[in-house]
T-cell receptor, first 113, second 118 residues
Framework: GDSVTQMEGPVTLSEEAFLTINCTYT??????LFWYVQYPGEGLQLLLK?????DKGSNKGFEATYRKETTSFHLEKGSVQVSDSAVYFC????????????FGAGTRLAVHP | EPEVTQTPSHQVTQMGQEVILRCVPI?????FYWYRQILGQKVEFLVS????????KSEIFDDQFSVERPDGSNFTLKIRSTKLEDSAMYFC????????????????FGPGTRLTVL
């Protein structure tokens, strides 16, 4: 079945460092891909998405490119801030049925001043 | 901006008791979902609901769980006899029609209800 694999955390960075969080997927067809962010004590917020191959999703300085050749959707940010500290979830929209989201395990990011 | 709301934000119950978690999806949305997140783990799909019936459910969604849209606005998740392992954050989500909604296939999540079973 469909699945998402994320790099394990926690990831600890200094402010202004470059961030990469790896995400790969297994799915039939070409599902839409998402990154969600969960700040401490809060719910899930959509960070960015891409709906087809080579699409680049971007928001708040974060970017991710849908790579069908490598079945990847890695999240990047050029210069992280303390306020980016959160858990990041990669997810795909399953192609069958009524489009449930399948999430990766989540990667906790801690940014220190 | 329209948003999904959930009540209560935190529910504490005794094992074996029934709980009902409530959600108000975005008003013109047609597809509704429940997900759960056990503390420190990933978010897992429970059930999807469309046209007043369950369209898909996961293995987690056994006979102890049920969903209902009683009045055209609320969407509820009932757990008949709670177990310790039901302790988790429960998220409701909704989405509009893929072809007519400006948001396409995006699911909008509520803030979650934290369920604690003692």
């Amino acid at each position: 079945g469909d699945s998402v694999t994320q790099m394990e955390g926690p990831v600890t960075l200094s402010e202004e460092a470059f961030l990469t969080i790896n995400c790969t997927y297994t799915a039939t067809g070409y599902p839409s891909l998402f990154w969600y962010v969960q700040y401490p004590g809060e719910g899930l917020q959509l960070l960015l998405k891409a709906t087809k191959a080579d699409d680049k999703g971007s928001n708040k300085g974060f970017e991710a490119t849908y790579r069908k050749e490598t079945t990847s959707f890695h999240l990047e940010k050029g210069s992280v801030q303390v306020s980016d500290s959160a858990v990041y979830f990669c997810a795909l929209l399953s192609s069958g049925g009524y489009n449930k989201l399948i999430f990766g395990a989540g990667t906790r990011l801690a940014v220190h001043p | 901006e329209p948003e999904v709301t959930q009540t209560p934000s935190h529910q504490v119950t005794q094992m074996g008791q029934e709980v009902i978690l409530r959600c108000v999806p975005i008003s013109n949305h047609l597809y509704f979902y429940w997900y759960r997140q056990i503390l420190g783990q990933k978010v897992e799909f429970l059930v999807s609901f469309y046209n007043n019936e369950i369209s898909e459910k996961s293995e987690i969604f056994d006979d102890q769980f049920s969903v209902e849209r009683p009045d055209g606005s609320n969407f509820t998740l009932k757990i008949r006899s709670t177990k310790l392992e039901d302790s988790a954050m429960y998220f409701c989500a909704s989405r509009g029609n893929t072809w007519t909604s400006g948001s396409g296939n995006e699911q909008f999540f509520g803030p979650g209800t934290r369920l604690t079973v003692l």
